[in-house]
C-alpha cells in the first residue's frame, strides 16, 4: 500500500508541484486549499503524514494542526511556512507539529524531512510492538505463583535457559506448559531468533512432515513451489514440539535424527542443511504409559527428556488460587474497562475449594466471566459458575448416584483432603482422625 500524504496550501501551483514531486516517490497524494477542505478530508481517511503551510485563509495553520491533533495525538504533520521567525516555528512546534520547513521549499529538503519523519514514526511503533511482545511474554513476571513448586519451577528454568539441552515439559492442560517454553526462549541467547511453537496432534502425519522439514518443488503431487520447512526456520532459535505423545511413529524416527545429527532433509531434496536447533517438548498426556504402551520412542523420549519440569495441577498449589485470580481480575478489568478490583474472602474460599481440572486456564476464564458480570468494586460469590458456588452439593450429587458409602467416602476424601484440613475431614465424614488415616492407608491415598 502507498502512504498516504496530505498537502495543505491555498497556493495552487506549490500543492501541484508538491503533488507531483511525492508521486514520483511513490506517494499517494490529496490536496487541500484550505483547512476546511482538510479537515474535510482528514476525517474520511488516515494519512501517514500532512504537510500544512501556516497561513491559511479562515482558520489558519496551528489552528487546523490543533484540530488534528485533538482527533489523532499521533498524526504527524510537518509545517510550511514562510516566516523565518523563531516565534512562528516554536508555536507550532508547540501545537505538535513533528517538524517545520521554510519556504520556498526546496524539493530534495522536504523530501529528506518527510522520509526522516515516516522512518521515526516505523522505528517507534516497532519498538511499541517489540516492547509489547517483550512484556507478554519474556520475563518471569507473567508468571505468578508463590507455592515453592512454582518457585522452584522460576528457579530452575532461570537455571537452563541458557543451555542448549532439550526440555520435556510435563503438566495437565491448562497448567502453564506454553508460558514456561516461551519463558525458556526468551531468558536464552536465542532470544532474538525464532520462537517456532508446533502443535503435533492438529496436523496429519504427512502434511505434518513437509510443514517440519520442507519440501522442494515436485516432490510431491501439489508440491508446485519449493518451501522451507519450520525447522529451518526456527534455525537458531527454539522448536516448541507441543502435544509430543502424538507424533506419529514415522515422524519420531526424522525427529530422533535431526536431535542426533543437526541436520534437516527437506522432503524430494538429495541434500541435507545443517541446523542449530533447541527442542523444547510438552504433553498433557502420560509420557511414560506412551513409551511403555508402545506409542513413543524410548530413544526419543531420552533425548528430549534431559530436562524436565513437572507444571503441578493447580488443585496441587492451591495457595497460588488468591494471587492468581486477583492478577486476573486487575488484567480483565483493564481489558473490558470495568471497576471490579478485588474478590471478597467468601468467593475466594468458593475458588480455593474448587478442583479446577483445566487449571489456570479454567480459573483465567472463570475470572473473565466474573468480571463481566461484576457490578462495582469486588467479585461476588454470585458472578462465579453454579458448579463452582455450589461445590458443596457434591454430598448429595454423590448419594443421588447411588455411590456405596465407602466408596463415596474414599471420593469425599480424594476430593477434599487438599483443601481441607485432616480434623475438618474427619468431622464431615463423622469420624475420628485415626480412623480416616486408617482408611487413606487402606486406600492408597496416605501422603508420602
Ligand atoms: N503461573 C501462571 N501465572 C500466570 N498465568 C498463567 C500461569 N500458568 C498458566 N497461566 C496462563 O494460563 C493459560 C494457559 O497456559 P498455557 O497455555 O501455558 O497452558 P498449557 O499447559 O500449554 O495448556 P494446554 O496443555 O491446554 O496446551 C495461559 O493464558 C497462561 O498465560
Ligand atoms: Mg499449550
Not at 522520509?115 to 505468578?144: S, V, W, Y
Not at 531468533?193 to 492438529?202: D, K, L
Not at 501439489?222 to 507441543?242: I, M, N, P, S, W
Amino acid at each position: 500500500m502507498p502512504e498516504r500524504l496530505l498537502i495543505v496550501d491555498d497556493e495552487a501551483t506549490l500543492c501541484e508541484s508538491l503533488k507531483r514531486v511525492f508521486e514520483r516517490e511513490g506517494f499517494e497524494v490529496l490536496t487541500a486549499p484550505d483547512a476546511e477542505a482538510a479537515l474535510a478530508l482528514f476525517e474520511e481517511g488516515a494519512f501517514d503524514l500532512i504537510l500544512s503551510d501556516i497561513l491559511l485563509p479562515a482558520m489558519d495553520g496551528i489552528e487546523f494542526l490543533q484540530a488534528v491533533k485533538k482527533q489523532a495525538p499521533e498524526q504527524i504533520v510537518i509545517i510550511m511556512t514562510a516566516y523565518a521567525s523563531i516565534e512562528t516555528a516554536v508555536g507550532a512546534l508547540r501545537a505538535g507539529a513533528h517538524d517545520y520547513i521554510l519556504k520556498p521549499v526546496i524539493h530534495d529538503e522536504i523530501k529528506r524531512l518527510v522520509r526522516l519523519a515516516l522512518n521515526e514514526r516505523a522505528l517507534r511503533a516497532e519498538n511499541i510492538l517489540l516492547k509489547k511482545q517483550i512484556e507478554d511474554r519474556f520475563d518471569f513476571e507473567h508468571i505468578r505463583g508463590r507455592s515453592p513448586a512454582i518457585q522452584d519451577l522460576i528457579e530452575q528454568v532461570k537455571k537452563i535457559a541458557d543451555s542448549r539441552s532439550n526440555v520435556l515439559i510435563l503438566g495437565e492442560t491448562g497448567t502453564g506448559k506454553e508460558l514456561f517454553t516461551r519463558a525458556i526462549h526468551f531468558n536464552s541467547s536465542r532470544r532474538n531468533r525464532p520462537f517456532v511453537p508446533i502443535n503435533c496432534s492438529a496436523i496429519p502425519d504427512n502434511l505434518l512432515e513437509s510443514e517440519l522439514f520442507g519440501h522442494v518443488k515436485g516432490a510431491f503431487t501439489g508440491a508446485t513451489q519449493t518451501k522451507r520447512g519450520l525447522l529451518e526456520e526456527a534455525d537458531g532459535g527454539t522448536v516448541f514440539l507441543d502435544e509430543i505423545a502424538d507424533l506419529g511413529f514415522s515422524l519420531q524416527a526424522k525427529l530422533l535424527r535431526v536431535i542426533d545429527d543437526h541436520e534437516i532433509r527437506p522432503l524430494g531434496s538429495t541434500q541435507s542443511r545443517k541446523v542449530d536447533l533447541r527442542l523444547v517438548a510438552a504433553t498433557n498426556k502420560d509420557i511414560r504409559q506412551a513409551v511403555k504402551d508402545g506409542t513413543l520412542r524410548e530413544d526419543l523420549y531420552y533425548r528430549l527428556s534431559v530436562v524436565t519440569l513437572h507444571l503441578p495441577a493447580l488443585r496441587e498449589r492451591k495457595e497460588d488460587i488468591p494471587l492468581l485470580a486477583q492478577q486476573f481480575v486487575i488484567k480483565y478489568a483493564q481489558e473490558l474497562t470495568k471497576e471490579a478490583r478485588e474478590i471478597t474472602p467468601s468467593a475466594v474460599k468458593l475458588l480455593a475449594d474448587y478442583d479446577w481440572p483445566g487449571n489456570v486456564r479454567e480459573l483465567q476464564n472463570v475470572i473473565e466471566r466474573a468480571v463481566l458480570l461484576s457490578e462495582g468494586k469486588s467479585i461476588l460469590p454470585e458472578h462465579l459458575p453454579d458448579g463452582i458456588r455450589k461445590g458443596e452439593t457434591f454430598i448429595l450429587k454423590a448419594l443421588d448416584e447411588t455411590l456405596s458409602i465407602e466408596n463415596y467416602t474414599k471420593e469425599f476424601i480424594k476430593r477434599y483432603e487438599i483443601s481441607m484440613n485432616e480434623q475438618r475431614l474427619a468431622d464431615m465424614l463423622g469420624i475420628t482422625r485415626k480412623a480416616l488415616w486408617e482408611k487413606r492407608k487402606r486406600w492408597g491415598l496416605v501422603k508420602k
